[in-house]
Structures are given as structure tokens and as C-alpha cells.
């Protein structure tokens, strides 16, 4: 709803597993902590569009947002907490959160260790 009131584009592709090993809290809170942050940046852009997706690989769950964006600063007083969270989260369940900034485009990925259940 926020991308649609804002004009932005959200192309979503998801792959997650069958079983949650983590706290659904964490990870809703993972992706709208991403999108949160993909839309306040692309919104200032010519065409916001944000790309959201998510793929498990081995024992890891990759969570990735790609978006328009004008160069990053550094926030200003009472601005980044979602970053924090982010690098919280990840941190938790043994994994990163990384961005990175080049040609317009802004990505930021996190890398979850997905537990394995025990029998």
C-alpha cells in the first residue's frame, strides 16, 4: 500500500522456506524494514521502482532489495534506526546486512542462517 500511495513500482520475487526456523516477527520485520527504506529513497527518483526478492541457497535465506536511488548520507538525528534493526537481525540468526551504492542504484542484502530443525 505505501509503494502504491507513493507511485513506486514493487517487483517481488520470493523464495522462502517451507519451514521457519526463525521468529515470524524477525523476518516480517526484516522485510519491512527493507522496503521501508527502498521506498523513502526511491521516491525521490525518476522512476521508483523497487525490486524485492528472497532466495535460500545452502543453509542461508537471502533477503535482497534493489532501488533508484540519489547518493546516500548519513542520517540525520532520529533517522537509521531500520538500518540498526536490520544489522540486529541479522546478527541474531548468525548472517550480515550489507549495501552497497553505485551508478544511481542502491541494494541492501540479508543473510539469515537458516537453523536446522532438530529431530
Not at 55 to 64: Q, R
Not at 75 to 82: I, N, T, V
Amino acid at each position: 500500500a505505501m509503494c502504491e500511495r507513493e507511485g513506486i513500482r514493487l517487483e517481488v520475487q520470493l523464495d522462502l522456506p517451507d519451514t521457519l526456523t526463525m521468529d515470524p516477527l524477525h523476518l516480517c520485520s526484516i522485510f519491512a524494514n527493507l522496503l521501508d527504506n527502498a521506498a523513502k529513497a526511491a521516491k525521490f527518483t525518476a522512476e521508483p521502482t523497487i525490486t524485492l526478492s528472497s532466495a535460500v541457497a545452502g543453509d542461508y535465506l537471502f533477503i535482497k532489495t534493489v532501488n533508484p536511488s540519489l547518493p546516500p548520507k548519513n542520517p540525520g538525528k532520529g533517522h537509521g534506526y531500520g538500518s540498526k534493526i536490520l544489522k540486529q537481525l541479522a546478527a541474531k540468526y548468525d548472517g550480515s546486512y550489507q549495501t552497497s551504492y553505485e551508478d544511481g542504484v542502491f541494494t541492501a542484502v540479508v543473510t539469515l542462517l537458516l537453523e536446522q530443525p532438530t529431530n
